[in-house]
């Protein structure tokens, strides 16, 4: 996909050339490579503005920023006002924006999240609905169980596995959507029905 689509609906200035295609996104500088966007997220702990050279050296070249970032000339940076944000549009254009074409349920709450997902699974497949879920025990569809670290992963995660979910045939999607998920933007953008 070219840079310039996967920037479609995001506010942004630049440096560079935005006519390049892209294979994918990356937001951890341990699994960056060439043909991808570097997209420095700041953490709790850990800025990616500051692993944007190692990036580099893998091959990256195209960088999202909030702030200028020192690269050789040869390196497109894209300045957004919010990364997280950013990630989450940049992740549903890069996989055909899967969650519009699920039937997606999002559970909040403190207690009982991962309960209700299954019961309401379990309702929705007795309706003729094939079912995928994402939360505390991973993503789960057809014979699929992927671990993951958080009950809401990031963006790119849910957008990657919502895509997965319908070429499995899934029509319907349940995911744990906790509220450090929503702070974090992880959920940014999705319409939950």
């Not at 892209?22 to 997209?39: G, K, L, M, P, Q």
């Not at 709790?44 to 690269?71: C, M, P, S, T």
């Amino acid at each position: 996909m070219l840079l310039n689509e996967l920037l479609n609906g995001i506010e942004y200035t630049f440096t560079g050339n935005l006519n390049v295609e892209i294979e994918d996104i990356v937001y951890d500088s341990r699994i960056a490579r060439e043909n991808t966007v570097f997209i420095c997220i700041v953490g709790f702990q850990l800025d990616g503005h500051n692993y944007a050279a190692d990036a580099y050296a893998k091959g990256v070249r195209v960088f999202v920023a909030q702030r200028d970032i020192d690269l050789p000339d040869d390196a497109t940076v894209i300045i957004t006002a919010d990364n997280r944000k950013t990630l989450a549009l940049m992740s549903a254009n890069l996989f055909g924006h899967p969650a519009k074409e699920l039937f997606t349920v999002g559970i909040t709450g403190t207690k009982g999240k991962t309960s209700i997902s299954y019961m309401l699974k379990s309702v929705l497949e007795k309706a003729g609905e094939k079912v995928g879920i994402i939360g505390t025990t991973g993503i789960i569809y057809g014979d699929k169980v992927i671990k993951t670290n958080n009950s809401t992963p990031e963006s790119y995660i849910i957008h990657k596995y919502y895509r997965e979910m319908l070429n499995a045939g899934c029509t319907a999607a349940i995911i744990e959507a906790t509220s450090q998920g929503f702070m974090l933007d992880r959920t940014y953008g999705i319409e939950f029905d």
